[in-house]
């Protein structure tokens, strides 16, 4: 039984060469890398949530609900576990009730419509990664 050349031709496609192998363990060992990194970043001990009526905190180590107002609309906040959620809201997109439950440092929760923003912060102050600074 002899192979076809149309056979020769694709059994000589699906071989991987060394640098084939070489890359893919590379982009494996960067996506691993990635990924302790993210699971690594601390959880926040406090939420800090800014709104129209001004600046509030929140200890993250005490459930409760609590109830945020601005620009019309009405955001409840529960804290469960260590985390907290934007449980209902009054907004129209219900983007900020989609985000879900955040605990880490510097995760946050946002409502354009409300301007309400809760941020995640830990105590050491960990979480002050700056995207950009204008000097």
């Known amino acids: 039984m002899s192979l076809r050349k149309s056979d020769a031709k694709r059994s000589r496609r699906l071989r991987f060469a060394v640098g084939d192998i070489i ?3 590379a982009v494996l060992t960067a996506a691993f890398a990635m990924l302790l990194f993210m699971l690594a970043k601390p959880s ?3 939420a800090e949530v800014v709104s129209p009526d001004g600046v509030h905190t929140i200890s993250l180590a005490v459930d409760g609900v609590y109830t945020f107002t601005g620009n019309g ?6 804290v469960a576990g260590g985390s907290v959620r934007a ?3 009054s907004c129209p997109d219900g983007l900020c009730v989609s985000r879900g439950a955040v605990s880490r440092a510097g995760n946050a929760i946002v409502c354009v ?5 809760i941020k995640i912060v830990s105590e050491d102050n ?10």
Not at 73 to 78: N, Q
Not at 126 to 135: E, H, R, W
């Open 73 to 78: 609309y009405t955001m409840t906040a529960e």
């Open 126 to 135: 960990s979480d002050a990664d700056y995207d950009l600074a204008v000097g």
């Open 44 to 46: 926040g001990t406090t």
């Open 87 to 89: 449980a209902e809201c």
């Open 23 to 25: 890359a893919a363990a």
């Open 113 to 117: 419509p409300a301007g309400i923003v």
